[in-house]
């Protein structure tokens, strides 16, 4: 079944490629799983690809979901055809503009990639929690199921709305759709040219508001109108219905694709029918044709129109044999008596029934389940489980598939054995490699060789796990004669090809219990081909001989480093995957992998071509098939995901989650709040790093620099008696410490996480103690891992084991006395080299076991809360980190909310000591309420005063006693911390933070400024400086950097820093024991090097170095209790600038990558970059330079 | 006064010739160059791993944005119109063709030999009236031998000779055992001309951080004596142009280098120094130089004194250290 005009694209790009034809202004804003279509539209744009009318839409990047919202809105009532991209959060965040376009009958469509609610926890995947949040704001809901579909409805979408004056919500499933990528039949330009009508447009346009015929809208009304005012409304939603069923006759008559409101599939004469949403339906689909082949009489209703809800046309479409109705839905709404869907259908069925010509004798009984929240899978065992409960006398109400509810016990049972008629052709390939390895663009790439060179129909989606280095991914690809519609995973027994790109996966996942039968293995392994067979597990052994696999296997890591790739094997790979898989022929397949490359990267550079050719060529050389034995021989078996030893929970859970397990955790397991222990991470080793630092003693200086650059806090030192070296292990290093703060015989020493680490080099960079006779030897020196690892494990296990030094006697302004301090966060899932993590490792040494972190939506959130394991933790005494994540717009507020509560609670707990002061005595209550905690010192002693009064409190029975309990813990000072990224600081949170400064309470604001939105891939901000390249800024970013600073610095009464720890390392220690010291709000703006500058992270400390010293970042900090001391508040803490600014901007393709697109622009901005680098600075200074004469207080008042 | 020469074939209205430096970079600098004199422009160098890096780092930026996690699953788009930096470079050549009436010189440093060809070819196609290899090789792996190093540049040559038509001249480095030799067998191999020689930056040495930092320094006249010596025995005896560049700073280094036998002197150091006017200057003394010792035209001059034609041609040849050493006499109060 050839398509006439096939293109092979993802959900997103299906969508964006309608919107741009049919829009004039799109407003847009990053949210996962959304982003990518304002990244298409952003760059077809930067092309100056038209719309349907010629004309390029104007795409323009705004602050929040609500900004876009807003946007739209503003663009719809004077005329444009407007719209935006969305999901989740961003959804709920247009609803107010949601509901005053829908009030005032504005024709728009907005495109959603739909996804999960933050609720207990967020969640970027896929489910319709978000769309059915916004079922009441009048918008019609037209659901795609396939990408083909996206592109189809799309185009429907954007023709009936113009048509029915309904605003429209066109909805697809976030990542099953969205980011599937799979072959589809093109609707060309022309045709989206026909559905579209000028007439409609032109009366859009007349409708609009304009000072040439001024109208007034948006009036506000009293009671006396304000309701038929809304009724008024109705005549439109009645008619919407027809109006998108006759956009979809005239789509199928330019098409012959013919969609209805609601399409049945399956027997004529069915009693079963399941009833859905969404690309689930693809999958009830396959099951329905299997089944009806087996004489099963069961059929699939996919609702299309959600809103407005056509119920005649919803019951017309059933078979009126139907008896049972399973109706799906892929949302929860906690204290309802069913999901949204399952009561539409009931609304629907009993008005049906209680009118006078009833479509059913007798009422269908009708049950109500929820599926694939989150992108939970949905299948077809989980299918065939609904339609057999269907079966059951009493079928289970308010069901669940797919999890194990041992509590509510509303799970249906899977039948595990169905499977469904496989397609004759049908390839399924699946490949386990990781993030950085390139795994998954050579997968994109293979897909679209197959589905532009064949008639094969082809689908690819890619399971990512969360981590942010290291991250494993796993592609599902498959290849049929056959439209797809296998919305789900490859299952066991089912992979014709398996291929593991990373050789560590094999002590980490079973993937050939995923082969099917003679199917092909393919292993990237630095082992000889004979002897590769060793290396397997035992259980991948017996799969590759019971199933008689194909075994092959290559040393890509090798061929891509002879060749010049470096760590992408990506080529190499696929180049693997075509020449043994057999899908194409192995010349042609060369060819077009070859033009795949050319395509990608020919214009920008030659030599990565060749290097890839040469790649492509010396594969097959080095591609062995190995022989197989007859018998399993290897008595290697799976690691433990998680040591013996780790707590129950980490056990249990986490152990269970790292090992890919998850999905088996029964209800009663979770969490039923969401709350979960602190320092998991410990237990989930990543063992990334192929070398890893070894700390030479002798040379060591115990400066500290190492512990405090590490972004993975895999290097840490402590200082410990004499006495407790006793039983070291042999290879443990430590040494006499100097140092007029350390008794005599103290030792010292460093240890590195062997597993933790991952090899970024900075912590041997940063080290100042270089060897007399050989400069390249330092006090730390990179050294393979392997052979260390399970030396300085056990190392590890002891260095636990050693006590930590006395806060009390840490000199924290020092940084070889601070890095004594106890990290109390973990490693993260973080990337090699991450810029952002050593400030929040700080916060965790110096006031972690008393602080609270409120951390906005973002990378920190994601290394710092993503499960499977997280890396906030607490020490022996129990006392850590409490760290949350409300929202990305409203973390200043959350955060802002916990220092209210310290406050209130902490005003109370003194309030009841008063109360009680008899019984507990003038002398502690007076101490506790007078107590000075400015240091380490001062908390302890606190510390010490409240358990006495806690002691006292026992013994006194008394309401108030025990309410003092509760909170008495409050007098012992909190330090709040708000972190997140300048996405949040900047733009969508701004708001708050304005207002938490203004606010004048005692919180810290730590904004880790990347300049860009790191987490979801890229896209500018307004920390974005000029002249940097960006997504939604692809032709540079022409406007500077907000200075968030000066603004914070114009209340006065905030402490302001701006720090970069890899330039000046105790001026942010300085700055941040300042900030905590500081009674007031603070705000600390810390430059971050990114993955997303274009810099290799190994260059971290030097860029920090280059940003301050060609003036891109001042490193300053503004004390408002300087001016009590007649003393200027604000200090310039770096240099004028000393580098040129090119200089900087040169080594960052971020920038540079500007010259090399555009170089009169990229001239042009440098120019103005460096006058205002030039005119900020001398601006600070002379700010700076302002004295403050004492001002003539009125003694008399002061007094008084 | 007649001050034209040949130089790898191309007929230039004198021997000064502004040698691979900054000074091409920009139109209004390379006008002036040829308004005060400059009979032809050596390019600044293209450097193809200046362009791998470049490469790279976009590719490296480009998929920073797809580091494989769920949430950036996108590689950034490169805007159309990439430039990348040999189109920069081929774009300015052919500015600088249209711009300047003298001959403008490529120079191409490879260090692949796809590299030197594609590179060489596309140079030739944007109108360089001629090659300069400018071979920035430090030969320091104890396993490789010097013939092997030999062959790489006999190697490229004869590769790119047979992809390019245009002349070629080879800018070579004094490092090399046998380089007369060698001049000969890249003679055969295709080379028109030998630019002689070759300044590598010198590493130094940072005493606070003590770590190696790159230092350049300009060249001074006293560079030069090693060149006209070597010019001057190459000069007849192998079938080359031959450059001088390194230490001509003034009128002085040049007419010393054509006697020994340089058809041209680059300046580079001098005019960076000094600017365009040191061409004119140059010029004009030249002619008087000439008119004064009656000279018919430049040609009579050039390799009037090489070690072919040198009244004693083991001078150029002698090593005779202690002859030199003995006559320097060290200033008064520091040995006696």
Same mark, same amino acid.
């Given at each position: ?45 930067? $092309? ?62 907005? %495109? ?110 009293? *009671? ?126 009993? #008005? ?173 392994? *630095? ?119 780790? *707590? ?8 269970? &989650? ?63 008696? =004499? ?44 080290? *100042? ?51 004594? &301090? ?89 309030? &009841? ?26 908390? $302890? ?62 919180? #810290? ?47 006065? $009464? ?12 105790? %001026? ?37 170095? &280059?940003?301050?010293?060609?003036? %891109? ?11 009590? =001391? ?65 001002? =003539? ?8 | ?27 209004? !600098? ?30 490296? /930026? ?82 490789? !031998? ?29 490092? /090399? ?19 002689? /020689?070759?300044? /590598? ?67 580079? !150091? ?67």
């Amino acid at each position: 079944m050839a398509l006439t005009n096939a293109v092979t694209l993802e959900g997103n790009e299906a969508a964006a490629y309608v919107a741009h034809l049919c829009s004039d202004v799109i407003a847009i804003y990053p949210i996962t799983p959304s982003s990518p279509m304002g990244e298409y539209c952003d760059a077809w744009s930067a $092309h100056e690809r038209p719309n349907l009318w010629g004309s390029v839409p104007e795409v323009i990047e705004m602050q929040s979901e609500a900004g876009a919202a807003g946007a739209v809105h503003g663009a719809l009532q004077t005329g444009a055809l407007a719209t935006t991209f969305t999901a989740s959060q961003g959804l709920l965040l247009m609803i107010p503009n949601m509901y005053k376009i829908a009030g005032e009958l504005t024709s728009a469509v907005f %495109h959603v990639s739909a996804r999960a609610l933050a609720t207990h926890a967020l969640s970027i995947f896929g489910d319709h929690s978000d769309v059915m949040s916004v079922r009441q704001t009048g918008w019609a809901m037209l659901a795609s199921n396939s990408i083909q579909e996206v592109m189809d409805m799309a185009l429907i979408s954007h023709a009936a709305t113009l048509e029915g004056r309904v605003p429209l919500l066109h909805f697809f499933d976030g990542f099953r759709t969205s980011h599937e990528v799979g072959k589809i039949e093109l609707v060309d330009a022309a045709t989206v040219r026909t559905m579209i009508s000028d007439e409609l447009v032109q009366a859009h346009r007349a409708r609009a508001l304009s000072p040439d015929r001024p109208v007034v809208r948006g009036t506000s009304q009293n *009671p006396d109108v304000y309701f038929q005012s809304r009724e008024a409304v109705n005549p439109f939603y009645k008619r919407m219905p027809d109006v998108v069923q006759t956009a979809m006759d005239r789509f199928a008559e330019l098409t012959g694709r013919q969609y209805r409101l609601f399409d049945y599939v399956g027997a004529a004469d069915a009693e079963r029918v399941v009833v859905i949403i969404g690309s689930g339906a693809d999958a009830v689909e396959e099951v329905v044709e299997t089944l009806a082949t087996q004489g099963e009489k069961v059929g699939l209703l996919k609702v299309r129109l959600y809103r407005p809800f056509a119920a005649s046309a919803f019951i017309d479409a059933l078979p009126t044999s139907t008896r049972r109705l399973s109706v799906l839905d892929r949302t929860k709404e906690p204290g309802s008596d069913g999901e949204p869907l399952y009561k539409d259908v009931i609304t629907a069925l009993v #008005n049906d029934q209680q009118s006078a010509n009833p479509h059913f004798e007798r009422m269908p009984r009708i049950v109500g389940g929820r599926y694939g929240l989150a992108s939970k899978e949905f299948n077809p065992g989980m299918i065939k489980g609904i339609f057999d409960e269907l079966d059951k006398a009493t079928p289970k109400n308010d069901f669940t598939v797919g999890i194990i509810d041992d509590v509510g016990h509303s799970n249906l049972d899977i039948d595990e054995a169905f499977e469904i008629t496989k397609v004759e052709g049908l390839t399924q390939a699946m490949f386990y490699g990781l993030g950085s390895d390139g795994t998954v663009s050579a997968n994109k790439n293979t897909i679209k060789i197959i589905g532009e060179e064949t008639d094969l129909h082809a689908q690819a989606y890619f399971v990512y796990d969360s981590k942010k280095a290291g991250a494993a991914t796993v592609s599902h690809l498959r290849f049929s004669p056959q439209p797809i519609r296998s919305s789900y995973l490859i299952g066991d027994d089912e992979a014709n090809f398996v291929a593991c790109h990373q050789v560590g996966f094999i002590e980490r996942y079973d993937m050939l219990d995923k082969a099917a039968d003679g199917a092909v293995f393919l292993l990237n392994s *630095p082992t000889a081909p004979d002897a590769v067979w060793g290396t397997l597990t035992q259980r991948m052994q017996k799969h590759v001989i019971d199933k008689k696999l194909r075994f092959y296997t290559i040393d890509a890591i090798a061929v891509a480093r002879e060749t010049g790739m470096g760590a992408r094997i990506n080529t190499v790979m696929q180049t693997c995957f075509f020449a043994i898989s057999g899908i194409l022929p192995r010349d042609q397949a060369i060819a077009s992998i070859k033009r795949a490359v050319e395509k990608t990267y020919g214009a920008k550079g030659k030599s990565i071509v060749e290097r890839n050719f040469a790649a492509i060529d010396t594969t097959l050389a080095q591609l062995h098939e190995v022989a197989v034995p007859d018998a399993v021989s290897s008595d290697l078996s799976k690691l433990l995901p998680v040591a013996a030893e780790a *707590p129950e929970f980490v056990r249990k859970i986490t152990g269970e &989650l790292i090992a890919g397990h998850g999905d088996s955790l029964p209800v009663s397991l979770m969490p039923c709040d969401g709350t979960f222990p602190v320092g998991t991470a410990r237990w989930d080793k990543r063992n990334l790093a192929l070398e890893i630092p070894v700390w030479d003693a002798e040379l060591c200086i115990f400066c500290g620099k190492c512990v405090f650059v590490c972004p993975h806090s895999a290097i840490r030192c402590k200082v410990f008696p =004499e006495s407790a070296v006793a039983d070291a292990p042999p290879t443990f290093k430590h040494i006499p410490v100097k140092g007029k703060e350390f008794e005599s015989g103290t030792l010292i020493s460093y240890q590195v996480f062997p597993e933790d680490c991952t090899g970024c080099t900075l912590c041997v960079d940063v080290c *100042p103690a270089k060897s007399k006779s050989d400069s390249s030897h330092k006090a730390l020196n990179m050294a393979l891992q392997p052979p260390l690892r399970e030396q300085e494990n056990i190392n590890l296990e002891f260095f636990y084991g050693l006590p930590e030094f006395d806060r009390t006697q840490v000199r924290t302004g020092t940084m070889k006395s601070a890095m004594l &301090l106890e990290t109390l966060f973990d490693a993260s899932g973080a990337c090699v080299g991450c810029g952002e993590t050593p400030y929040v490792k700080l916060v965790s040494q110096l006031f972690g076991d008393r602080a609270l972190v409120a951390n906005a939506t973002g990378c920190s959130s994601i290394y710092g809360g993503n499960l499977p394991s997280t890396p906030w933790s607490k020490n022996a005494d129990g006392r850590g980190v409490a760290w949350s994540n409300s929202l990305f717009e409203d973390n200043a507020e959350f955060g802002l909310g916990f220092r209210l509560t310290i406050d209130k609670q902490r005003e109370y707990a003194r309030e &009841l000591l008063s109360r009680l002061a008899d019984d507990l005595g003038k002398e502690l209550v007076g101490a506790l309420r007078e107590a000075v905690q400015d240091d380490e010192a001062g908390i $302890h002693e606190q510390r010490e005063r409240v358990t006495e009064l806690k002691t006292k409190l026992v013994g006194i029975d008394s309401a108030e006693a025990r309410e003092l309990e509760s909170v008495a813990d409050t007098l012992v000072r909190k330090s709040v911390w708000i972190i997140g990224g300048d996405g949040w600081a900047y733009d969508i949170g701004f708001n708050g933070v304005d207002h938490t400064l203004a606010s004048g309470r005692n919180v #810290n604001i730590l904004v880790l400024d990347t300049e860009v939105y790191s987490n979801t891939g890229g896209q500018a901000s307004k920390a974005t400086p000029t002249g940097a390249v960006a997504k939604f800024a692809t032709g540079g970013k022409e406007l500077g950097k907000k200075d968030i600073v000066q603004i914070a610095m114009s209340y006065g $009464h905030v402490y302001v820093a701006q720090v970069a720890f890899g330039a000046k390392d105790t %001026h942010t220690l300085k700055a941040f024991l300042e900030a905590d010291s500081y009674d007031g709000p603070s705000l600390i703006v810390a430059y971050a090097p990114c993955i997303e500058h274009g810099v290799h992270l190994s260059q971290n400390l030097r860029q920090q170095n &280059l940003a301050v010293d060609s003036g %891109h970042w001042n490193l300053l900090r503004h004390d408002p209790r300087r001016l009590a =001391e007649n003393k200027n508040p604000l200090q310039i803490d770096s240099k004028r600038p000393s580098v040129p600014y090119k200089d900087f901007l040169a080594t960052e393709t971020r920038f540079s990558m500007l010259f090399r697109t555009d170089s009169a622009k990229a001239r042009h901005l440098l120019q103005k970059s460096e006058k205002r680098n030039h005119d900020r600075f001398f601006h600070y200074e002379q700010l700076a330079g302002i004295s403050f004469p004492e001002t =003539e207080t009125d003694e008399e008042e002061s007094a008084g | 006064m007649d001050l034209s020469t040949t130089y790898l074939g191309l007929e230039l209205k004198n021997p000064l010739v502004a040698s691979a430096s900054p000074l091409s970079r920009s139109l209004d !600098s390379a006008r002036r160059l040829e308004d005060a004199g400059m009979a032809a422009l050596v390019m600044y160098s293209l450097f193809e791993e200046e362009l791998l890096n470049e490469q790279q780092a976009l590719e490296h /930026f480009m998929h920073g944005h797809d580091i494989g996690n769920p949430e950036a699953t996108s590689p950034l788009e490169v805007p159309g119109g990439y430039h990348s930096g040999l189109d920069d470079y081929l774009e300015h050549l052919h500015r600088l063709k249209q711009a300047l009436n003298v001959p403008v010189i490529a120079s191409l440093n490879g260090i692949s030999a796809g590299g030197w060809v594609e590179n060489g070819r596309q140079l030739q196609e944007a109108g360089a009236d001629a090659l300069e290899l400018n071979t920035y090789y430090i030969a320091a792996d104890i396993a490789e !031998s010097g013939a092997e190093v030999e062959a790489r540049y006999i190697d490229l040559l004869t590769e790119l000779r047979q992809h390019v038509t245009i002349p070629i001249a080879v800018k070579l480095s004094p490092q /090399f055992s046998s380089l007369a030799e060698l001049a000969q067998r890249l003679a055969t191999a295709g080379a028109d001309g030998l630019v002689l /020689f070759n300044r /590598f930056y010198q590493p130094d040495i940072d005493l606070e951080t003590l770590e190696v930092i790159p230092s350049l320094q300009l060249s001074t006249p006293d560079d030069l004596l090693l060149r006209m010596r070597w010019i001057a025995m190459l000069r007849g005896r192998v079938d080359l142009s031959l450059a001088a560049t390194g230490g001509v700073h003034g009128t002085e280094q040049v007419l010393k280098v054509l006697l020994a036998g340089a058809d041209v002197a680059q300046m580079c !150091s001098a005019l960076l120094q000094h600017g365009p006017g040191r061409l004119t200057d140059v010029l004009h003394e030249l002619t008087s130089w000439l008119d004064e010792h009656e000279y018919d035209s430049l040609r009579q001059l050039i390799g009037s004194v090489s070690q072919q034609k040198t009244s004693d041609p083991a001078a150029f040849e002698r090593a005779n250290y202690m002859k030199v050493l003995d006559s320097y006499t060290p200033p008064p109060g520091v040995w006696s």
